[in-house]
């Protein structure tokens, strides 16, 4: 596996904390903030990130959309109705009320609400931002994971997904992370679904000297001779890549778990880790402790690297058992 056998050059240095390391050392599986602490609060929200952090993630995911004016903001659908107040703000514009047709000015007069089993608050947590509830920008997620680095002295790593095949995105991702001191030996990944997207990112990382550990997302697929490749979904479809080629843009596969047409076995992972990728799995939603320990065994049984969670708590408390087993 290659995550984090990454080289702890920066160790002593902790508030250089957009420079590389593994603070975690020896390697143990991540926990992912899926959309932050999404289970209990407004999803990506510097107050949602800041409750994973508090939690113990490893990293936090900021799912990423393009504004009108070009900005990249951290939301996950491509329209802002479903998790923000738009609908009471504004009229709708080409029919909805999608990212790409409001300015960054306007999108930041919205507020996040909760969805699913998120709420407004978290019992004894009070967020250290102003206005916690907001749309952050991809910058402003930065700079609040580097805070938090410093002042919990425990590397908060990154975690971003282009959720958007589109240059403009590839672009704004990598300068963002190469402008607060990011490369291949930092706490951070690039996810998409867009294979072609990772492609292009990894031609852009080797014109610039700076290979940021690339995620590709999809669905473990399993031939009927037993060899393991990633599916690529885009809409209805499935495109299988052979480990190998995945292998050859990126640094691991973000896998869906619990699907039985696409299910993720032990021999899958070592499959993929032995073609030099690192397994992350999404999502682990299960609300009940009792049911979360006993999926995230299972998947940390196999060999899984990494697991997104909607409830940090729970991902964490079963992580830190596993390793400590
Ligand atoms: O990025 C992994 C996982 O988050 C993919 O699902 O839809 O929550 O971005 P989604
Ligand atoms: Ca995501």
Redesign the pocket.
């Known amino acids: 596996m290659k995550a984090f056998s990454l080289a702890a050059v920066c160790l002593s240095a902790l508030v250089i904390v957009g420079c590389g390391g593994n603070d975690d050392a020896p390697a143990q599986p991540q926990v992912i903030a899926?959309?932050g602490a999404s289970g209990y609060l407004p999803e990506h929200t510097l107050g949602g990130y800041e409750l994973a952090i508090r939690m113990g993630v490893d990293f936090i995911?900021p799912?990423l959309q393009i504004s009108k004016d070009g900005s990249l903001v951290s939301i996950?659908d491509d329209t802002l109705q479903r998790t923000t107040n738009v609908a009471s703000l504004f009229a709708q514009r080409n029919g909805g009320y999608k990212v790409a047709d409001f300015t960054l000015a306007e999108i930041k007069s919205l507020t996040v609400l909760p969805t699913g089993t998120g709420k407004t608050s978290y019992p004894g947590f009070t967020p250290s931002a102003a206005d916690p509830f907001k749309v952050p920008t991809f910058q402003e997620v930065v700079g609040f994971a580097q805070a938090q680095s410093a002042s919990t002295r425990r590397r908060v790593g990154l975690y971003p997904?282009a959720?958007q095949a589109d240059p403009v995105m590839e672009d704004g991702i990598l300068k963002t992370l190469a402008q607060n001191n990011y490369g291949p030996q930092s706490k951070v990944f690039i996810?998409s679904f867009s294979d072609a997207t990772l492609r292009s990112m990894r031609a852009k990382q080797v014109a610039q000297n700076n290979k940021i550990p690339l995620i590709q997302?999809g669905v473990a697929v399993t031939g009927k001779d037993g060899v393991a490749s990633v599916g690529v979904i885009s809409g209805a479809s499935v495109t299988v890549l052979p480990l190998k080629d995945v292998a050859s843009f990126s640094e691991g596969v973000?896998l869906l778990i619990n699907n039985t047409t696409y299910p993720i076995t032990k021999d899958y992972i070592s499959q993929a880790h032995a073609a030099g990728l690192t397994v992350h799995g999404?999502?682990f939603a299960q609300a009940d402790a009792m049911l979360a320990a006993a999926e995230y065994r299972k998947y940390l049984d196999m060999g899984m690297d990494g697991m997104?969670a909607n409830y940090p708590d729970l991902g964490v408390g079963a992580r830190d058992a596993f390793v400590k087993r």
Do not use: I
């Open positions: 899926h959309r995911e799912d996950h997904e959720k996810q997302l973000g999404w999502t997104f």
